[in-house]
């Protein structure tokens, strides 16, 4: 499943002209794109995308048709099927719509706050007011409940925090989140294969993999979840040009032995190729074996299941 982050409606209602748009815009694209290398990411906005005001009286028609934003428009040309509205996103995670309560910012209600709290998401804002210049916002919510007599309703009023970014600096302070949110609820190995490219973008897997996948043993698979989530931190960190090669964030990673290692070979892209890295899942009994591509800044996994 993907990350849903949710733009904050309120921050496309400033009074910003062209030149500033366009400046927020390319700091928005650069949050984007630090968060699809951290995991795979889906955008929700309250209107479909290609209508969406983002100042005033300035849509993104008017912005994407601006030859300097020629860069950024592309990337949203190529991020389209990743776009979707508040209500298709509160469906995908399985967060129901309330007409019982109100979340409010400074007063006003937002739309796109309130479902990033609700779907446990992340929110977005174009960095174009000074209050969107935070990690955390407050918001300020009344839900309608029940009354001590029958028939009575009474709104409770409280504070809650929403996750939220509109640089990439506030996305230091979420990033171990963002990996690990969602990771967490899959729990098959079947489920890992089909969120592959979202929970583990610097990942590659060989298509025997599947099958590792959907048969592993039961027993193992927390134990593979979190050595795929480790690999791929290092992935996410490592420099190929780097002398000394990645920093293992998991334990115990090493080399086949070199009579083993001609038992490790795996087609590759028509190639035999030696996956003789590994590490091993509960206790030893399992193993995940992988190599690394430095032309890619990918580790390739080849089989994960029984010890060898």
Not at 25 to 34: K, T
Not at 206 to 212: A, F, H, I, Q, Y
Not at 257 to 284: P, S, T, V, Y
């Amino acid at each position: 499943m993907p990350l849903h982050v949710f733009l904050n409606e309120q921050s496309c209602a400033s009074d910003c002209g062209a030149d500033e748009v366009s400046e927020g815009m390319r700091v928005f694209v650069g949050v984007l794109r630090r968060l699809q290398r951290l995991r795979g990411i889906s955008l929700a906005t309250q209107n479909p995308f290609d209508e969406t005001e983002l100042a005033r009286g300035y849509y993104y028609a008017q912005w994407r048709n601006d030859a300097r934003n020629k860069e950024e428009a592309l990337y949203f040309q190529r991020m389209r099927d990743r776009c979707v509205t508040f209500t298709a996103a509160l469906h995908a995670a399985a967060t129901e719509e309330r007409d019982d309560i109100w979340h409010r910012f400074k007063g006003v209600d937002v739309h796109g706050l309130r479902a990033a709290l609700m779907a446990d998401g992340l929110a977005l804002s174009l960095p174009l007011a000074p209050e969107w210049d935070t990690a955390w916002l407050d918001l300020d919510i009344e839900e309608l409940s029940e009354g001590p007599e029958p028939g009575d309703v009474v709104a409770d009023e409280y504070t809650d925090q929403v996750r939220h970014t509109s640089r990439k600096a506030h996305l230091v302070e979420h990033e171990e989140w963002i990996l690990r949110e969602g990771l967490d609820r899959v729990s098959s190995g079947a489920e890992l294969w089909a969120g592959r490219a979202d929970f583990f973008p610097h990942l590659q897997f060989l298509d025997r993999v599947k099958d590792d996948l959907e048969n592993l043993d039961p027993r193992w698979f927390k134990g593979a979840r979190q050595l795929l989530r480790q690999l791929e931190a290092t992935a996410a960190q490592w420099d190929p040009a780097s002398p000394t090669g990645p920093h293992w964030v998991a334990p115990n990673i090493r080399g086949e032995h070199e009579n083993a290692r001609k038992d490790r070979m795996w087609e590759d892209n028509g190639k035999d190729e030696c996956f003789q890295l590994h590490g091993n899942i509960n206790r030893g009994a399992g193993r995940i074996y992988f190599r690394l591509v430095h032309d890619e800044k990918a580790i390739r996994i080849a089989h994960i299941g029984r010890h060898l």
